[in-house]
């Protein structure tokens, strides 16, 4: 019995792995996503030529999304 909980366990936790590295991609795209939809609206409201805003927000935006990824596996390694 204490062999097939065992087998039990590792699907369980590779399946649970999955979902939390999925759950992070999608918030790492919507940190990215909210970011660059920030800039454009600045850009069309204060119109630029080099869509300096955009440009800013975007980059901004995918910085703070590693960071994020970053600390979020930092903490789920500490967990294991």
Known sequence: M????KKDQKPKKQLSN???FSGIAIQMFAIIGVG???GVKLDE???NENNLYTIF???T???FAIIFVIRRIIAAS???
Do not use: C, E, G, Q
């Not at 204490?2 to 909980?5: A, I």
């Open 57 to 59: 927000m975007s980059l």
């Open 36 to 38: 660059t939809f920030s």
């Open 2 to 5: 204490d062999n097939n909980s």
């Open 78 to 80: 500490k967990n294991n």
């Open 18 to 20: 999955y979902a939390r």
């Open 45 to 47: 409201k204060f119109p």
């Open 61 to 63: 935006s995918v910085i």
